[in-house]
Each structure stands twice: as C-alpha cells, then as structure tokens.
C-alpha cells in the first residue's frame, strides 16, 4: 500500500455495497494536493489544494509540517499558480473555471500572502479595491487590468516582474515591476506587438516579446537591453512557425528558442544575437518538449521533459551536475517520471515530483547534499500503484499513413485480451494531448472491467506542428477517421472485443462520440457524450469562443466555415445514428451551452435512438458538485453496463470519528 500523507490530513473510508461493484468513492475523491514548492530558504512549503468548487493555497511548516498560513478564494476562484517571492512572502494568480472540465481561464488576479497566513490582500487586477477618498496615498491602482508573473527576480525580495493587460481586444501589454508588499507598479517595458508575453534575462531586463493581434499570427521580437529598440526576429506569416524564447545563458550570450519545425517535433535552438547564428540543441524523435528544465534557483534552461511512450528527459550538457542528479532520480524511482517543481535558492533541496500512469504522483524533497529524499505528501495516498490499472503505450498508422501514437489501459490482472472497450477521445481538440499520466476517468473504466483506448489524433498537440495543422477544419473528418483506425486496429490486435465497444467523451470528445457513431454505426455498440459539442455552427454565436476577437479567427481556421458545418454536425445526423447514447450537460456551461445537448437529444428521440440524458442546472463544463458526479458515473457505469456487460458503481461512505 503506499505510504500515506505525512500532513495528517488522511481520510479513511468504509467500503459499503454489493460484491463486485467498482467503488466510486475511491475514483471519485479530489487529490489532496496538486502542486507543491519549497520556499527560497527551504523552511516552508506552499500547495494548491483542490476543493469541490475552488482550489486553495496551504503554506506549512517543513520542519513539523504545521499549517501555518492558508488561503481560500470564494466559489469558482481558484489559486492556479504560486511563487515564492521570497521566504516570507507568496505571490498567486488567480483564475475561474466554471466546471470541472473547464480549463482554468487565469483572470490576471495578482494576490500575496505572508508565510503565517497574514497580510493577504490583491495587488493587481480588475477588483482592487481602493483605499477611499480620505488619503491620497493610493500605492495599488485601481483600473481593469490582468497581470501575470514572468520572473520572481531573485535578487529583489520585495520585487518581481509581471506582464499587465488592459481589458480591451487583442491589447498591447507592458512588463511592469510589481512591489509585492505595496502592490505598487513601475513601468519596464512596452510591447511592439499585440497580446505579448515577456522574458527577461538573468539581470532581470525584459528582452524578448512574442504575441499576436487578432489574425493570431504570431511574431517574436528581442531587443538588447532596457532602453533599446525592439527588433523582430521571427514572423510566423513569413516563416511558416512559431518561435518562442525561453530564457538565456548563465553569462547571457546566448538565448534559447522553442522552434516549431516543417515536420516532426519542435527543437530547442541555441540563438546568438551578436552573430545571429543559431544550433540545434534538442529534438526528440517522436514528441515536443513537455517542460523545460531550469538550472536549480535559478531561470537558465539547461533541458526539457519529454513525455512520449516513455517520460524521458535530455540536457544541453549530459556531463553537468543537473543532469547527472536527474538520472540518479530516474534510476531511484525506476520506470516512472521524474521531474524537480522547485528547489531553494541555494539549489541544495529540490521539490521531487514523481508519477506514472499508475500513480498520481508523489513529492519528495530531495538533500542533495545528504543524498536522501524524503516523501512528502502524496496527491492521492489512497490510490496503490502496484494495483492500480496498468497503462501501455501504443502505436499505429491512420489510413494515409500519418504516424499515431496513444495509451491503452487494461484491468490489472486481466489477460488483456478481447476485452470490452472503451474508446475515449480527449477534449480540445486542439493544444491538447493524452500523455499517460494517471487519469481518473481510465482508471475507474478499467476497474469496471474494461480496456480504455485514449489516441492523439491528428490536431493534438505534442507531435509538432503539422501533426496539428493537420486537424484543421476536421472535425468529423480526418480526426474522427484516426479514431476509426485506432478502433479497428484495437480489434484486430486482440485487444478488443469487436462486439463490445463504445465511444465515450467530453467536450470535444462528447463530439467524437456521437460523430463516431454516425459514421461508423456496425463498429461501435453504444455512445456518450459529457458536456459535448453537437450542433457545429452555433459556436459562431453562443458559448464563450466567439466572444474574443481573436476567437472567431480561431474558429474559422481550425474549426471550419459556419456554411460548412451543419454536414459534420451530429445533431444532424441522428438518423444514421442506430445504438443506444447517453448525454449529460450543465445549464450553467459557457464553453459547451446545454443547448447543444438539448438539440442533440431532441433528434435523437425524433429518429427514434435509444437516448438517456442527465442535466444539472447549477452545474458548468463539468460537474463539480459531490452528489452530482456520484450520480453522472453511476449512471455512465450502468449505461455502459447494458451495452457492453461490464461492472456498475457502488459508493463509499466516510467513516464516522
């Protein structure tokens, strides 16, 4: 069993209910914590706790591991990303989403708190309050304004740098010193282009500036210090690719770029501005770089994760202490990826955190001084890897040929042959990717009995840019054909049982599955859809896309023509549509409006296909609340159940004190 959280913050449960059943309470239940960093000296750690509706931010102790310091935004807020400003002080941004499902959307809310839970007030963004007409000393402006962290200025305690962004569209946004006590402002730079993102080098000087107007092309430009003149260096109209930096070299000759390629993953280059001159560093074969790997207490790259088949991780240098240090970890927790969060300023303790597909993930702090790691916390310490559903990556050709890549996750100690199926697409579609990481929702299918299939079709991110590109305007065209071929490839490597399979998805994955059993209605038995997308066109004028000004470029270019997407629409194709479907939506969904699933169910009852629907009012993209995800997968269970013959849910209850 693993070890459990050393925070005392363990819950023990007491199973009830039938033999045989899959306990919901075990999948169900929120991590503990989600991410974890040691504070400059060491002394103290800060972490996000996820709650039902808000995520917090604990500061403890690492001596005792006493509660020291907390905090707690209201309904739908959440603490998405943290600093250590220095050993006193944290600085979080914040950001809504309004479902489980939702991606953050940081709202540009700079908030700072001490150590000990004291002196918590917003710094910046669109609610600071002002202090009253009784004194005109006003250190905090109050305008409508986003801000985001882009260096924590290690040599300036009180100081870090942050990119501010008017409320306007496509607006031009300046690097600003933010006093983190004070919450006043000082001017550094302004951006030559729309939408910019800032990076500094090792003196803290804001010296490149990427971003894009409303057309979402994007350019990136340097300059070679304060003061002077920004020159650009990359156009993605002229180039054909994007170009970001990453930061520079310990003496500052060198910059490094994140390049997308014509073909094939994106490379890490090194640049020199003096001599324009620029080398390969870092290509992986198959995937893009995940992170990248910063010299310890400090902001100079020095490598990157890449989470392909395999998590596997690559330095500049093979020969320096980082990189002799992180394969030391690797062979320490062997088979499983390992990836340092954070270390003190020093660089003698590192935040550890390890994980796999079969378990969450673990923090450890790593002396590496006294070579000794200690555990932490673990995110879910009731989850056991060792019995947990096993997850195996896989690989295979589309129809033209176009490489695939993707994970199946059997039952542990099944044969893992001709197994009921569950087909589940990931959301997006696009910027995003299945990456074999544990996932909740694979883990309870596999306990149910059945083998999940998770596969990055064309449009995914991770495989460089013409893997994505090549999702464009396919929707329920090449994208959903590369699910077809997974399907069918499943099958024919036994893994599958040709008669037991089932398309199951959220938001765009909702999509996918309805859209896959229209296209392909012998191969799959039954379809569901959580919080989908079924009636293409109307994202042009409901939900929140189309809202921004850039976002009605990104739905013509990656979406498709409005007068084009009723043919690829599900709610459209119902009639083709012959095996039962379940459908469930929030009223509340900004991203995927519940009238979506209202047409959706509406024509599947008027061509006569078996439907079962499950709708909250109160609920967004996703279900947040206890009682309602307990009854979506129960319900999700029991329809797959009819369909395929695998188990359905039963719930653990808390244990009394």
């Known amino acids: 069993m693993k070890r459990a959280c050393v925070w005392g913050m363990t819950v023990l449960l007491a199973v009830t209910g039938q033999a045989g059943a899959v306990d919901l309470e075990h999948y169900l239940r929120r991590d503990t914590f989600k991410d974890i960093k040691i504070s400059p000296t060491g002394a103290f750690y800060a972490a996000t706790i996820p709650m039902e509706d808000r995520t917090g931010l604990a500061i403890v102790r690492r001596e005792d591991g006493k509660l020291i310091g907390s905090f707690v935004p209201p309904k739908n807020n959440h603490a998405n990303d943290f600093d250590w400003v220095n050993d006193k002080r944290v600085l979080i941004g914040l950001a809504e989403k309004f479902g489980s499902l939702d991606e953050p959307q940081p709202t540009g809310e700079l908030f700072g708190i001490n150590a000990d839970g004291g002196r918590g007030e917003l710094l910046i963004g669109y609610r ?14 109050v305008e409508a304004v986003a801000a985001f962290m882009i260096d924590a200025l290690p040599d ?20 600003e010193r933010l006093d983190v006590n004070s919450g006043q402002r000082t001017m550094v730079a302004r951006a030559p282009v729309q939408r910019a993102d800032f990076v500094a080098d090792g003196k803290g000087d804001v010296r490149f500036a990427d971003g894009a107007a409303g057309d979402n092309v994007n350019k990136l430009y340097y300059r070679d210090g304060a003061g002077a003149a920004w020159k650009m260096i990359n156009d993605q109209g002229v180039s054909q690719r994007i170009e970001r930096a990453l930061g520079f070299s310990e003496d500052g000759r060198l910059a490094y770029l994140l390049v997308e390629q014509p073909s094939g993953p994106d490379t890490i280059v090194s640049w020199n501005p003096a001599t324009d001159e620029r080398h390969e560093l870092l290509r992986d074969a198959v995937v893009d770089p995940a992170r990248v790997i910063y010299r310890r207490g400090t902001s100079i790259p020095i490598g990157a994760l890449y989470l392909g088949d395999t998590p596997r991780t690559r330095f500049f240098d093979e020969t320096s202490a980082d ?18 969060t954070s270390s003190s300023r020093d660089g003698r303790l590192a935040m550890v955190q390890v994980w796999s597909g079969s378990n969450p993930g673990d923090f ?38 176009m490489p695939l890549h993707g994970f199946v996750t059997r039952p542990r100690g099944s044969e893992g042959k001709r197994l009921p199926m569950v087909v589940m697409p990931h959301g997006g579609p696009f910027f995003v990717h299945d990456d074999g990481a544990y996932d909740m929702e694979s883990q309870l299918l596999a306990a149910a009995g059945y083998a999940v299939l998770q596969v990055n079709y064309r449009g995914s991110s991770n495989f460089g840019r013409a893997h994505a590109n090549a999702g464009s305007r396919e929707w329920g065209g090449a994208m959903q054909d590369d699910l077809t071929d997974a399907t069918r490839w499943a099958v024919a490597e036994g893994i599958a049982d040709g008669a037991k399979i089932c398309m199951y998805g959220a938001s765009y994955g909702g999509y996918a599955a309805l859209m896959g059993v229209a296209k392909e209605p012998s191969l799959y038995a039954c379809a569901a859809g959580y919080v989908g997308v079924y009636d293409l066109p109307i994202m042009y004028t409901t939900g929140d896309i189309q809202r921004r ?109």
């Open 323 to 340: 990189a002799r240090l992180q394969r030391s970890l690797e062979q320490a927790f062997g088979g499983q990826a390992v990836f340092i």
């Open 156 to 175: 300036q305690d009180r100081r870090v740098l942050v990119k501010v962004m008017p409320f306007s569209v496509d607006p031009f946004t300046s690097a």
């Open 364 to 401: 450890y702090v790593f002396d590496t001084q006294a070579k000794k790691a200690d555990l932490v916390v673990s995110r879910s310490q009731w989850v056991d890897p060792d019995t947990a559903a096993v997850v195996q990556p896989i690989a295979l050709k589309a129809r033209d040929g």
């Open 549 to 657: 000004g850039s976002g009605e470029t990104y739905l013509r270019e990656w979406v498709g023509d409005r007068t084009a997407l009723a043919a690829v629409s599900p709610v459209n194709l119902a009639d083709r549509i012959k095996v039962p479907v379940f459908l469930a939506a929030g009223g509340e969904d900004e991203r995927a409006p519940i009238l979506h699933t209202r047409r959706m169910e509406a024509a599947l009852k008027k061509a006569g296909v078996p439907v079962e629907t499950l709708y909250y009012p109160t609920e967004g993209h996703g279900f947040y609340t206890d009682p309602h995800r307990r009854e979506y997968y129960t319900r999700l269970l029991a329809f797959l159940s009819n369909s395929l013959g695998g188990q359905t849910a039963t719930v653990s209850t808390p244990a009394q004190p």
């Open 128 to 141: 600071v309050q002002s202090r009253g007409p009784g004194t005109r000393i006003q250190p905090k402006k």
